[in-house]
């Protein structure tokens, strides 16, 4: 996989009405509207360059269910991949497209993640770093597909999220709704392509309890069971519950593409 960054090559000079304003003002006017035009026109550009470079026509990439994707895009965060190192090399005609719309790209920002190791990639005598993984869309890609460093990382951010919530003005079943739709959904992002086992179940129930625990404000010298805080909390399911739960209708809906159970 091979993460780009692209970057404008020149801003775009955009000329605003005089007025009576300071210079300063209108300084600053035009850098915003310079800044506001080219996040809005981003998409835009970086769809016109995926097109003329070819990319959807091209046969390099990686099949998943029969069909052939080389490209994850989203606004300004874009991934090419493939099943070799020469047919990713095939797909940065994007480079020389991108130059033609004013876009470079940025050697040192861009990362490249191999099941192979790649000793060294140049292009234009620049070095890319090879690294073992990269965030992506919110998750993090690595090699071997493997999840458990994706549970810690999302663990860290729930725990994050959770330490914000101290209000003693709150009633407790108010405080467990506001756990399962702000603290349970980051750590549930992405779930839906993890391989949950025995072990990362057992992280998952940690994390729960861990954020009961302290919703309940019982120290950790406390000598309260598992059961007796759920039991208190009164949840319905529990957070791996629910996350077996949600996969059931994320399931059906891969059903709805062509020859999905067959295949």
Known sequence: MFKLNLE????????LPTSTRSQKKQENSRKTSTYAS???????????????????????GIQITGRNINILRCADDTTLMAESKEELKSLLNVKEESEKAGLKLNIQKTKIVASSPITSW????????TVTGFISLGCKMTPNGDCSHEIKRCSLLGRKAMTNLDSRVMTLPRKVHIVKAIVFPVLMYGYESWIIKKAKCQRIDAFELWCWRRLLRVPWTSRRSNQSILKEISSKYSLEGLMLKLKLPYFGHLTWTADSLEK
């Open 38 to 60: 080219l996040t809005t026109l981003n998409p835009l550009y970086a769809e016109y360059i995926m097109r003329n470079a070819g990319l959807d026509e091209a046969q390099a």
């Open 122 to 129: 140049q292009i234009d005598g620049e070095t890319m770093e």
């Open 8 to 15: 404008k090559a020149e801003a775009p000079e955009i000329k």
